[in-house]
């Protein structure tokens, strides 16, 4: 059985498996984190520790896609509300009775060394098995200084890093802001300044969008409204991109815990096979509850029965080697689109798509070989359309017709006249019609023999004096 | 003026109240995000009037719902009565690729419905603004969904028209033969309204019956559209088929929308299996008939009816004598009748009788439903518009007639379809009458 404890991540804090909860409303307070572990979760970042803040109301708006509720989740809330004593004495019951829980101090504080001293001295002895430095907020806090303030600047989080170890008895995690033009200056700086540990991605800056009918953006506060920071499943490509970029880089990589619109255990191993060690969600727990921890633990256990990992380090990082610079692609890599006409329904979303937005290579038509020489000519959708239009349709009102259409089937489960066709010689391999196609698995994009071998960029352009050849023009 | 309407009812509507409830706006949301917007979509595709199914519906979840109607409206006037009306299951539903992924297909009805009735509830016209006039007059005749089609589509265009209805309200069969708990006579007049609103002109009680009446509509108009429909229901032909007690089946449905028939008690019969016999049979019940028979002279497997109609029968209480048929009804006691019946058997391709098979069922009302006759005696005294099977000869892309200025469409035209298949009809023959007028006067 596959065992997915986290033993000594950052140098050593262990957990009963890779799920954290984020620093967040989720980690408010000592009697949510209890709960939590009881419901699963592994460890927990506790809400941002320093100073308490006054709030607003209202704090959060979400972008919803296509009736689904939070593809995107938005906040302006500050840090932790309440004293640190209140904080801190919740934390040390939560760990007297979760002994083998991870319990992380979320720590911002003003810029001086005492105060980060003091705040670490503290947090240690309530008993956190690890420090996080919010260097990542990026509303509200910043304007006092403070969160992705000191995230944007490298000399500072180099520098706050640096007071930090030189109290800390416990590892150290810098929490990285997105909102900077390369997230792995920053991440260099914390690993320069001694932290034991990363996490990204913080939230990333965002306005949700505008009430139509006020004219205000959301959140909406007493008619105005602020930048926020989003999170949820919207931002995780951004931070999968981010992770991939610090943990290829030798000056930045460190242990990293993965954030960035984790909600299930296929967003998990993904941010694990990019060089994750341990993973923090938020979002998904705002929206559903600790409850969801269960199937990430389960599903990631039975992804690795089927993959044949026995712990979460067997495949850690495993992607990693995969992302390369563009200039290393093998430029004579060829696929083709393959339409399954036995699962195809009909919706003819491939051909739309390839004739509006990519190559005009997918047709309704079943003509086969070039016609009017070199280049097959096929009327353009909007021809389609004016046909099918223009055609007279009847309301079959007898059995005898309703019968009479139901045989007119032909041999696949959607009418033939329905089930595009790919010019093979055209298809550029663009995977927009398998990515548009709603069946699974009906559009392959299958390999097809080039006849050159392998070549990248970076090779076809070395020595780029010399005269191209044939074959590559 | 506005059109005139029916008094509201109560117990009507409660007795017939509706069999598919409308959507409430955030389920309709919902499940217009369900749609696929499938090119060139086979919803659109197998509506007779083609519908841009994907368009509205996409309307509808992005919240254009002005821009849903008229999107509806643009391609079918009648879109509310048909999201109400339309045995969907064989047309746009029938169609829809979910069929073949995860079965259940978009409600398209219940989404048109929903943008219809707001558009209705909205107020607005069809015509904001009056298009520029164009010198065509057309009267069309009978003021069922063939003719209102026609009129509405050669409106918007800015033809004048003229409707000519028989009888005091418009709507034809869509406010007089559909069952009420599918589409409200009410509603359909509410359609009609927006038509009229156009700037079509309706005259009432304007029965054309002779060459005489012909010959002035000749004169008045530059083409003229036969919406007429069909005939009225044919008799039973066995003796004793027009007694008091003998209640044809649109006659049932018309005196029951129209509050003249409010109650129905004891037994009734049902002569036929087709769409108009299962509405009426389902009426009959629930006006209190406490045993509803549905006498047919075939089979189960051999009924017109579409499977969810006869499936809503059964559900309805309404029962079923199969490879029956009527020979005489006569008077009973207390004013009761008798029908004689006798079972039948298929021979070759001809029904006969079985000696001996014959049995009589007491009863209150006997109600033929066996379709309507062809409605030819005015049409035979046009010139060159030719009849074949009681149906008007026309070319089925403009629905133009032997005589150049005639053009048909709707039930006197297809035998009795659909009333979806009556606008396309209707349409179609508007389309093409403003073409032929641009090319006389270019």
Known sequence: MPDIRVRGFAGGISSPNPFWLASAPP?????????????GWGGAVWKTIGEPVTNVSSRYSATDWNGQRIMGFNNIELISDRSVEINLSEMAEVKKRYPHHAVIASLMVATTREAWHEIVTRSEDAGADGLELNFGCPHGMSERGMGSAVGQVPEYAEMITAWVKEKARTPVIVKLTPNITDIRSVARAAKRGGADGLSAINTINSI????????????????????????GPAVKPIALNMVQQVMSDASSALPLSGIGGIANWRDAAEFILLGCGTVQACTAVMHYGYRIVEDMAEGLD????????????????????RVTEWKHLNLNYKIVAHIDEQKCIGCDLC????????HQCIHLDRVSGPIDGHVELHSIPAEQE????????????????????AASQGPYPTPLARIPRVDETECVGCNLCSLVCPVDDCITMVRVDSGVPPETWEERTRGAACAPQPNQL | MSTATLPDDPQLRERFNELKPPLSPQAAVVESNRCLNCFDAPCTAACPTH?????????????NLRGSALRILEANILGGSCSRVCPVEVLCEGACVMHRYNREPIHIALLQRHAIDDFHASGEDMLPVPPAPLNLRVACIGGGPASLACAAELRRHGASVTIMERRALPGGLNTFGVAEYKLRAADSLREVELIRRMGVEFRFGAAIDSAADLEAIDAEFDMVFLGVGLGAMQRLGVPGDDQEGVLNALELIAAYKTGHIREISGTVVVVGAGNTAI???????????EDVFMLYRRGENDISAFDFEYEHARQEGVQFLWWRQPTAIQKGESGRLVLNTVQTQQVGETLVPIPDTEFIIDCDL??????????TQLVQQMQNVAVRDGRIVVDRATGQTGNPRYYAGGDCVNGGREVVDAVADGKRAAIAMLKSAEAIHA
């Open chain 2, 279 to 289: 509405d009426a049979a389902n009426a009959a019940r629930r006006l209190g008939a």
């Open chain 1, 386 to 405: 004016a046909r099918s239009r223009e055609s007279i349709a009847d309301t079959p009102v007898t059995r005898k017709e309703r019968t009479a259409i």
């Open chain 2, 366 to 375: 006997v109600v033929p439903a066996i379709g309507q006759s062809p409605l």
């Open chain 1, 351 to 358: 051909h739309i798509a390839c004739w509006d937005g990519a």
């Open chain 1, 302 to 321: 039975n992804w690795m029965r089927s993959k044949g990992f026995n712990n979460i380090e067997d495949f850690r990082g495993l992607s990693l080697p």
């Open chain 2, 51 to 63: 519908i841009d199914v994907p368009g509205f519906i996409k309307r509808i979840a992005s919240g």
């Open chain 1, 208 to 231: 949700t969008g505008i009430d139509l009918d006020t004219l205000i953006p959301s959140p909406n506060v007493d008619g105005k409204s602020s930048h926020g920071g989003y999170c």
């Open chain 1, 27 to 39: 980690t408010n307070c000592g009697e949510q984190i209890m709960r939590a572990f009881d419901a």
